[in-house]
């Protein structure tokens, strides 16, 4: 019997970075006839770019596919399982199964029903030519109609349906006069899909007071009936033996749900997972007759997993996960003879206690703390006071308004009674970002500095705003993020004017440490670390004297200090210097876990904490020892921040009302998990 097997190598691809976690495919490709087995292909930015992935409809078998630093999205599988046709950075382009091969074609705008029945053709659309049939090995096309959008391929090969005008029309895939089908008004972004047997259209129509219908026609015209209503305007998906139908409705307070309901309009009930505020997307059925689908994973949340369901609505699982690499997870296709063999090699873990927690109503994204105390930035629009918690005590204050009428806060940063945070507004022609401060338990802040600009020429920008023990330090920004920067520290008595746009006012509270001395990253025990884009980090006192320099070049990420060690990433390295000498004590490698650039975020002792997209982790400096911290349901935003006594960690609980979570462990019970 005949199977594609796709095989993932145990060794790491050529040029990809170091660290464990997801391991690159090196896939060796079998191919012959027949074969029950196929896995789901989809798109995914988990490591750092969106590229193709399969994984099996078990979740096992994670594999790369593709590792391309242009993106990848919306694959759609040959029905031979041959073929991968996706769009990238450049319009649409054909892959092998295994991800090689790829070739450009003409450049047109395909539905989930392009492939002609011989895998080698695709029908698509442009502006220019209509609807067109495009050959994915030579490249030439040839006209169908010269209007048109939303093309779909029968099954049978023989013919293709399309929107022209609101209105169903099918055509000879061979060419010749199209005839209109039913006389329905239909919505012109959802593409009109086939049922497996070619007899049935089903497909979106906009009935009255901006509502959707969703109906089934005969492909001779006849037998049309509305089978679901109150649908979204996606394309509809027939289940492998037509007896169902996969769409997308629409809830109340403007949620959507994946719905499956009989092709003769019977038995409608929801099959996918969500709360309220969480989003679904993209229903497609697996062969073996499973719903797949893509969940967010908390309400506001930008990413999604994998999830695949039986179409009673019953064993519904998730494929993909947020850890250890984080991103997100999208437009889910069945590919026939696929089998999904890579291996997903998770970090080293450790489990740490999470009594000492404070939950939130939204989603929090990350967290300005010092000494037992912290402040989280939350995901709202209409900000409310700030809360400051104390994770030593768990006990809450309250904060002022931060940004009322505003944006905001952008940045923040907690600085012992003091807090300072951020606020902009923007327009076509037009930017302005304020710098406010205030007192724990005041109701508002105070106006300190501003900087504005034209978003399409340059401006300046606050930036860089970071406190500790009674220390606000922040950076005035010029021309662009690649521009010089300006460090400043806001004292609580009168001193010179600080930096001033157009739109706020500003007070003679700010003292300059200096010209182009970069953006501040860390303030600790009187001294400020700015770094600039040339990769010179500077450690200054807050008088503005330069107390050491270290040129480092171009790639450092960032800086961190706390008491003698500043620890300094560049690239995927750390290297920890005395920030008194300014030896260099060690060097240590960071983790990538397969996902984007890891990211330094703080330095305690012999422990640094970073993120790696989907994971938080502790290293110890002294031997290097590396664990991931294992905290179930957890899923970007993530952060977390060293201090003297314990480590802050904020995260999002998938699918939770109260998603926002922001927890504090003892440095003492950390060191004793090590």
């Given at each position: 019997m005949k199977r594609l097997l796709l095989i993932l190598s145990l060794a790491v691809a050529a040029g990809a970075t170091s660290g464990a976690g997801v391991r690159s495919a090196t896939p060796a490709v079998e191919h012959s006839a027949a074969n029950p087995n196929g896995a789901v292909v989809f798109a995914s930015n988990r490591d750092g770019d969106s590229d193709l992935y399969a994984v099996n409809v078990d979740g096992t078998g994670l594999t790369r596919l593709t590792n391309e630093p242009a993106d990848e999205s919306e694959p759609l599988p040959s029905p031979d399982g041959k073929h991968i046709l996706f769009e990238g950075d450049e319009g649409p382009q054909v892959v092998e199964a295994d991800g090689s091969g790829r070739r450009a074609i003409h450049d047109c705008s395909y539905s989930p029903e392009a492939w002609s029945s011989d895998s080698r053709h695709i029908v698509c659309s442009d502006y220019e030519n209509g609807i067109i049939v495009v050959d994915t090995v030579d490249g030439t096309f040839t006209q169908l109609s010269d209007t048109g959008s939303v093309p779909s391929w029968s099954p049978d090969g023989t013919t293709v349906a399309y929107v022209d005008e609101y209105k169903l029309f099918v055509v000879p895939a061979t060419g010749g006069a199209r005839r209109r089908l039913g006389i329905r008004k239909l919505e012109e972004f959802a593409a009109p899909a086939w049922s497996p047997d070619s007899q049935r259209l089903a497909y979106v129509s906009a009935d009255n007071?901006?509502?959707?219908?969703?109906?089934?026609?005969?492909?001779?015209?006849?037998?049309?009936?509305?089978?679901?209503?109150?649908?979204?305007?996606?394309?509809?998906?027939?289940?492998?033996?037509?007896?169902?139908?996969?769409?997308?409705?629409?809830?109340?307070?403007?949620?959507?749900?994946?719905?499956?309901?009989?092709?003769?309009?019977?038995?409608?009930?929801?099959?996918?997972?969500?709360?309220?505020?969480?989003?679904?997307?993209?229903?497609?059925?697996?062969?073996?007759?499973?719903?797949?689908?893509?969940?967010?994973?908390?309400?506001?949340?930008?990413?999604?997993?994998?999830?695949?369901?039986?179409?009673?609505?019953?064993?519904?699982?998730?494929?993909?996960?947020?850890?250890?690499?984080?991103?997100?997870?999208?437009?889910?296709?069945?590919?026939?003879?696929?089998?999904?063999?890579?291996?997903?090699?998770?970090?080293?873990?450790?489990?740490?206690?999470?009594?000492?927690?404070?939950?939130?109503?939204?989603?929090?994204?990350?967290?300005?703390?010092?000494?037992?105390?912290?402040?989280?930035?939350?995901?709202?629009?209409?900000?409310?006071?700030?809360?400051?918690?104390?994770?030593?005590?768990?006990?809450?204050?309250?904060?002022?308004?931060?940004?009322?009428?505003?944006?905001?806060?952008?940045?923040?940063?907690?600085?012992?009674?003091?807090?300072?945070?951020?606020?902009?507004?923007?327009?076509?022609?037009?930017?302005?970002?304020?710098?406010?401060?205030?007192?724990?338990?005041?109701?508002?802040?105070?106006?300190?500095?501003?900087?504005?600009?034209?978003?399409?020429?340059?401006?300046?920008?606050?930036?860089?705003?970071?406190?500790?023990?009674?220390?606000?330090?922040?950076?005035?920004?010029?021309?662009?993020?690649?521009?010089?920067?300006?460090?400043?520290?806001?004292?609580?008595?009168?001193?010179?004017?600080?930096?001033?746009?157009?739109?706020?006012?500003?007070?003679?509270?700010?003292?300059?440490?200096?010209?182009?001395?970069?953006?501040?990253?860390?303030?600790?025990?009187?001294?400020?670390?700015?770094?600039?884009?040339?990769?010179?980090?500077?450690?200054?006192?807050?008088?503005?004297?330069?107390?050491?320099?270290?040129?480092?070049?171009?790639?450092?990420?960032?800086?961190?200090?706390?008491?003698?060690?500043?620890?300094?990433?560049?690239?995927?390295?750390?290297?920890v210097y005395d920030a008194t000498t300014g030896a260099l004590r060690r060097s240590r490698e960071l983790q990538t876990d397969g996902g984007p650039t890891p990211y330094l975020l703080g330095v305690q002792g012999d422990l640094a904490v970073y993120s790696t997209g989907g994971a938080i982790h502790l290293l110890r400096l002294s031997d290097g020892r590396d664990k991931a911290l294992l905290i179930p349901g957890a899923a970007p935003w993530l952060d977390a921040s060293l201090e003297p006594a314990g480590l802050f960690v904020s995260w999002n609980k998938m699918h939770d009302p109260r998603p926002g979570r922001l927890a504090f462990i003892p440095l003492k019970a950390i060191e004793a998990r090590f």
């Amino acid at each position: 019997m005949k199977r594609l097997l796709l095989i993932l190598s145990l060794a790491v691809a050529a040029g990809a970075t170091s660290g464990a976690g997801v391991r690159s495919a090196t896939p060796a490709v079998e191919h012959s006839a027949a074969n029950p087995n196929g896995a789901v292909v989809f798109a995914s930015n988990r490591d750092g770019d969106s590229d193709l992935y399969a994984v099996n409809v078990d979740g096992t078998g994670l594999t790369r596919l593709t590792n391309e630093p242009a993106d990848e999205s919306e694959p759609l599988p040959s029905p031979d399982g041959k073929h991968i046709l996706f769009e990238g950075d450049e319009g649409p382009q054909v892959v092998e199964a295994d991800g090689s091969g790829r070739r450009a074609i003409h450049d047109c705008s395909y539905s989930p029903e392009a492939w002609s029945s011989d895998s080698r053709h695709i029908v698509c659309s442009d502006y220019e030519n209509g609807i067109i049939v495009v050959d994915t090995v030579d490249g030439t096309f040839t006209q169908l109609s010269d209007t048109g959008s939303v093309p779909s391929w029968s099954p049978d090969g023989t013919t293709v349906a399309y929107v022209d005008e609101y209105k169903l029309f099918v055509v000879p895939a061979t060419g010749g006069a199209r005839r209109r089908l039913g006389i329905r008004k239909l919505e012109e972004f959802a593409a009109p899909a086939w049922s497996p047997d070619s007899q049935r259209l089903a497909y979106v129509s906009a009935d009255n007071e901006n509502r959707d219908s969703l109906w089934t026609i005969r492909s001779d015209g006849s037998g049309g009936r509305r089978v679901a209503q109150k649908v979204s305007e996606n394309t509809p998906s027939w289940s492998p033996d037509a007896s169902r139908i996969a769409f997308m409705k629409e809830l109340a307070h403007y949620a959507t749900a994946v719905y499956v309901v009989g092709s003769d309009g019977s038995n409608s009930h929801e099959v996918s997972k969500s709360l309220a505020g969480e989003y679904v997307s993209d229903p497609a059925w697996s062969a073996d007759g499973h719903v797949l689908y893509a969940r967010s994973r908390f309400r506001s949340s930008g990413e999604s997993d994998i999830y695949a369901v039986l179409p009673t609505g019953r064993g519904g699982r998730a494929l993909t996960h947020p850890f250890p690499t984080g991103g997100s997870n999208f437009s889910p296709r069945w590919m026939t003879g696929l089998q999904a063999s890579g291996v997903e090699q998770p970090p080293v873990t450790m489990t740490v206690p999470l009594k000492r927690k404070i939950a939130f109503s939204t989603a929090v994204v990350w967290t300005a703390t010092d000494g037992t105390r912290a402040v989280p930035r939350l995901a709202v629009d209409e900000y409310p006071r700030l809360t400051i918690w104390n994770g030593a005590t768990g006990r809450a204050q309250r904060g002022p308004v931060p940004c009322s009428g505003l944006d905001g806060p952008g940045w923040l940063a907690l600085a012992g009674k003091r807090l300072a945070w951020t606020c902009s507004e923007h327009g076509n022609t037009y930017y302005a970002v304020g710098l406010r401060t205030g007192r724990v338990g005041d109701r508002r802040g105070k106006s300190v500095a501003s900087a504005s600009g034209d978003p399409n020429e340059g401006g300046d920008d606050i930036i860089g705003l970071v406190g500790h023990g009674g220390t606000i330090v922040f950076s005035n920004q010029h021309k662009d993020d690649q521009g010089p920067s300006d460090p400043w520290v806001v004292l609580t008595h009168k001193a010179k004017k600080c930096p001033a746009g157009d739109y706020y006012s500003s007070r003679a509270v700010c003292r300059p440490l200096g010209v182009g001395r970069g953006v501040t990253t860390a303030v600790d025990a009187g001294r400020v670390v700015a770094v600039t884009p040339a990769g010179a980090v500077r450690l200054l006192s807050l008088g503005g004297r330069v107390l050491h320099t270290w040129a480092l070049g171009t790639g450092v990420v960032t800086a961190r200090l706390r008491g003698r060690l500043l620890a300094v990433q560049h690239g995927t390295t750390v290297d920890v210097y005395d920030a008194t000498t300014g030896a260099l004590r060690r060097s240590r490698e960071l983790q990538t876990d397969g996902g984007p650039t890891p990211y330094l975020l703080g330095v305690q002792g012999d422990l640094a904490v970073y993120s790696t997209g989907g994971a938080i982790h502790l290293l110890r400096l002294s031997d290097g020892r590396d664990k991931a911290l294992l905290i179930p349901g957890a899923a970007p935003w993530l952060d977390a921040s060293l201090e003297p006594a314990g480590l802050f960690v904020s995260w999002n609980k998938m699918h939770d009302p109260r998603p926002g979570r922001l927890a504090f462990i003892p440095l003492k019970a950390i060191e004793a998990r090590f």
